[in-house]
């Protein structure tokens, strides 16, 4: 099967960063799930801090490799061109800076001084496999971060980087650079960019119907007929709803 089409060479419709980031991460997956995709949402990571706007925006990648003592010592970060910070020097405004550790977190990817230097930069947001260092700063940050947790040691402890802007995985999730990541307090889905448009025309019409199931549920409806609306009678109560909505 060949490979995907380069995802950053996938024009996105002006709107749907926006329309997305009024989504829900729930309703991403149930939409990508009916397309097949059933491996879409991030595995083991989750916001730090709460009270983050909805994160949304592009995949600018960076992926990790097993640490060895010969390539990671501490003066590695004395080096011009370490991929670690090349990455947080140029990944672009508004993307998502996306890394591969391998799932594993016993070992920071990053810490606060660099998740800050991304956010100065104009980065919409950061999302890890592995740990986070100074969490509590990171947590303080604007920026949304998404962690497998907090962890102390210096990444050169177990993660050596090596490629930015290539395909990775994180937390079991193909990434593909330029691919869409959308996070909220359910976590992180990787929207494939050749979807993304037609996803963000459809989540909507989906939530607005859920707002109207809930309200439907809060009057003890049973769900059997409502939740999917196999009884006709539900969508004509949904129309004369969404149409007091716009009166």
């Given at each position: ?6 995802a ?10 926006d ?36 994160l ?12 060895r ?31 591969d550790?391998r ?40 920026m ?8 102390a040691?210096?990444?050169l402890?177990?993660?050596h ?13 193909a ?19 050749h ?11 989906m ?12 009057k ?25 909505l716009?009166?």
């Amino acid at each position: 099967m060949p490979n995907p089409q380069p995802a950053e060479t996938i024009k996105l419709h002006p709107d749907t960063l926006d329309r997305l980031s009024k989504v829900s991460t729930a309703t991403v997956a149930t939409l990508l799930y009916k397309r097949g995709y059933q491996n879409a949402y991030v595995q083991g990571v989750a916001p730090l801090g709460k009270g983050k706007p909805t994160l949304v925006g592009p995949a600018f990648t960076l992926r990790y490799i097993p640490a060895r003592p010969d390539t990671d010592p501490i003066e590695a970060f004395r080096e011009p061109d370490h991929p670690q910070r090349v990455a947080v020097e140029t990944c672009p405004e508004r993307a998502v800076l996306v890394m591969d550790c391998r799932q594993d977190a016993s070992a920071a990817s990053a810490g606060s001084i660099l998740l800050t230097r991304l956010e100065m930069r104009g980065a919409a947001g950061v999302v890890t496999d592995g740990g986070i260092r100074d969490a509590d700063g990171a947590a303080a940050l604007e920026m949304p971060v998404f962690a497998a947790k907090p962890s102390a040691p210096t990444n050169l402890t177990k993660h050596h980087a090596v490629d930015i802007g290539l395909p990775i995985g994180c937390g079991g999730v193909a990434v593909y650079p330029g691919d869409i990541v959308l996070g909220d307090g359910d976590g992180v889905m990787i929207i494939p960019r050749h979807l993304a448009d037609d996803i963000a025309i459809e989540a909507g019409p989906m939530e607005l119907f859920e707002r109207f199931v809930l309200e439907e549920v809060r009057k003890n409806t049973p769900v059997i007929g409502l939740y999917p609306a196999t009884d006709p009678d539900v969508l004509e109560r949904f129309e004369v709803w969404r149409a007091r909505l716009s009166d």
